[in-house]
């Protein structure tokens, strides 16, 4: 695979990496922080190759330009300041009249449309060099589907310029809110990851909390109110059936996380003032604690290799972040900045810990190495919580609270170099995202 040989130009999207990487074009880049100048891209129209496909083909294309305009890592050039007229998807590209707009990454497309049936063709062009970074890719798919093709466009896009995986083609789980503070109503439902195609899981008669999507994303976990205080369900987002997870008579079972294999399930039960951590096969139910101590240890999540689980405990006095074992045993200590720190996510590459962390009434989401190391504040708000890592690790989706109009909560995105914050279009309230991984 090529990169675009001004990927130079994006010092770049993998901030925290540190050290250098070689391209496999002419170019080696060295990864710094931040980005200095995203790089200008242009998404003519796609050619409609049948009737039914004009408007179909129009849409795919802002959805693939939006999907790459949000990253932060590019910038769209306007269809006004095009010179080339596009409209034959076999033309040879007039690179001399996009350089002229100073784009410097160009995708071309063709739909076409059969019954049910689309396909989608496209290019990938290096204007700078002249090159194409890549012949014959295409997606077929059903026209009530339109928008997860225009992701998977987006996604291959975004691999072939930049060497990161994408994350487009995935979904977020999440609780929807409505109704004044004093009288929230929530609910389980499931969107694209732009806010679209919302999906409602669960109804409002119960308070409903923390869901969490499975390795495989079919399945999420969640903790509900129903029956007067908080126990585990796992429910199948197809059939949206739902099961109890038992964790005991008498007890409260919440912040669950599924473990990398999807066979496993962690997290906290607390029974007779003490929270512990604790793990069960999600088939059999049996469980084992984990922790034993008489600190408040919950918000645990699982090292992507399933070896090590990164948790929350007060056991120093105040709310830290500490690792162990997946097996429990002795645990350390990786979060020493001032401040209280919490529900801690291992990030999906296994380099990051993103979390929580609440100093001089202010509330940050933040990340670090997993050994404490190189701590990066992303943002600071009346109140960000909960964050949840986009499958390629790149990007944090968390919960911002607005201070005052009631207390409203909204979902956010944040790059991991801070510098791309944008707020996610839900049609209602929303907190406690979960990110799928890639949808298969």
Known sequence: MKFLSICAALVCAVALTSTAQAQQGPLKITIEEGIIQPLPFAVPNFQAETGEAGQLAADLSRVIAADLQGTGVFREIPSSAFIAQYSDFNAAISYPDWKAINAQALVTGAVSVSGNNVNVKFRVYDVVSGTTL??????????????????????????????????????????????????????????????????????????????????????????????????????????????????????????PRFSPSGQTVVFSISQGGNTDIYSMDINSGQSVRLTNTPAIETAPSYSPDGSQIVFESDRSGSPQLYIMSASGGEARRISFGEGRYGTPVWSPRGDLVAFTKQNSGRFHIGVMRTDGSEERLLTASFLDEGPTWAPNGRVIMFTRETQGAGGASSLYSVDITGRVLKQVQTQEGGSDPSWSPLQQ
């Not at 997860?148 to 977020?172: L, Q």
């Not at 119960?206 to 969490?212: C, E, M, Q, S, T």
């Open 134 to 255: 890549g012949e014959g890719l295409q997606f077929s798919g059903t026209t009530d589907g339109w928008r997860r093709m225009a992701h998977k466009v987006a996604d291959e896009v975004y691999s072939r310029i930049t060497g990161e995986g994408g994350y487009f083609d995935s979904r977020v789980v999440y609780v929807s809110e409505t109704g004044p503070k004093n009288d929230r109503k929530k609910r389980l439902a499931v969107m694209d990851y732009d806010g679209a195609n919302v999906r409602y899981l669960t109804d409002s008669s119960a308070i409903v909390l923390a869901p969490r999507f499975s390795p495989t994303g079919d399945r999420v976990l969640y903790t509900s109110y129903e029956s007067g205080f908080p126990r585990i369900y796992v429910l199948d987002i197809g059939s949206v059936q739902r099961r109890v997870l038992q964790s005991g008579e008498g007890t409260m079972s919440f912040a």
